[in-house]
């Protein structure tokens, strides 16, 4: 399938924010046009980004601000999978979290029991009010038989002046002592397609993850029966591609590309 008709043949787009639609706190241009192309050609896109440490709520403010206004049913992150994941899996369990206000304030939302004492299971966010007191409490839960989740597997999160360290940074603390490793759920796991699916109602085949990095954006499409289409705006170079083990279905330079290219379809061509 070449690229267009991969465009026309794609029902939902789901969009990585940082490096895909916005670089920090600026705009990618021709991003907000992308999203007036997929309306126009009556086709549907959805935000999701694998950074657990703010609330939807706040991401759609963040957007909002950049001209993107968007309903709760159009985002999501690995924070929202983690919670649909418990409450699938280990409905009931008790959960000790290491995760900013925003995150433990979506899981009690969602109806997931927190507890600070003998949690059946420890749940790993991007923490970035991590203490060594929290630290050494989930290594404890571990050592004495708590599961051990992680809501996406992020080493690094880009910064302006380069990077600190994310979810899996500190997952990897807690396995060097613990010898324990997690299981994550986010991009490129099959627990986010999972969710998506159900979400959405829209068919494996259809759906379009859209991103700037090929190990969790496009795999999540590649791994899991969907499309992965990568964009170079963010974090992939062109000569990444040489060393990957994960084939994009399509490349483009940005979502400005994308727009130009869905400029010359038929409303009825969706």
């Not at 709760?72 to 900013?100: A, N, W």
């Not at 990077?163 to 807690?174: E, V």
């Not at 990095?213 to 974090?235: F, H, M, P, Q, W």
């Not at 940005?254 to 379809?265: F, G, I, V």
Request: net charge negative; proline share 4%.
């Amino acid at each position: 399938m070449n690229r267009r008709e991969l465009l026309k043949n794609t029902g939902l787009f789901v969009l990585d924010m940082d490096g895909t639609f916005y670089l920090e706190s600026q705009i990618l241009d021709g991003a907000l046009d992308f999203l007036r192309q997929v309306e126009r050609l009556r086709k549907k896109y959805l935000f999701f980004t694998n950074n657990s440490s703010r609330s939807a709520e706040a991401y759609m403010d963040k957007l909002a601000g950049m001209g993107a206004r968007i309903t709760r049913e159009q985002i999501m992150t690995s924070g929202d999978v983690m919670i649909q994941y418990l409450k699938t899996c280990y409905p009931g369990k008790t959960v000790y979290l290491l995760g900013t206000p925003d995150l433990e304030r979506s899981f009690r939302e969602g109806g997931i029991p927190l507890t600070e004492d003998h949690p059946q299971i420890v749940v790993v966010g991007f923490d970035q009010t991590l203490t060594y007191d929290k630290l050494s409490r989930a290594c404890k839960f571990i050592r004495s038989g708590a599961e051990f989740l992680a809501t996406h597997l992020d080493i690094n999160c880009p910064v302006k002046d380069g990077f600190i360290p994310d979810c899996g940074a500190i997952c990897a603390a807690i396995s060097l002592s613990t010898g324990k490793t997690p299981r994550y759920v986010g991009k490129p796991f099959a627990e986010t397609v999972d969710m998506i699916l159900k979400v959405t109602q829209m068919e494996k085949t259809k759906i379009s993850f859209v991103g700037d990095r090929i190990y969790t954006d496009v795999k999540t499409g590649v791994n899991n029966g969907a499309n992965g289409i990568l964009v170079l705006s963010g974090e992939t170079r062109p000569e990444d591609l040489y060393q990957s083990d994960v084939v994009p279905d399509a490349v483009f330079q940005d979502l400005r590309e994308m727009a130009e290219m869905m400029k010359t379809m038929e409303t009825a061509e969706s």
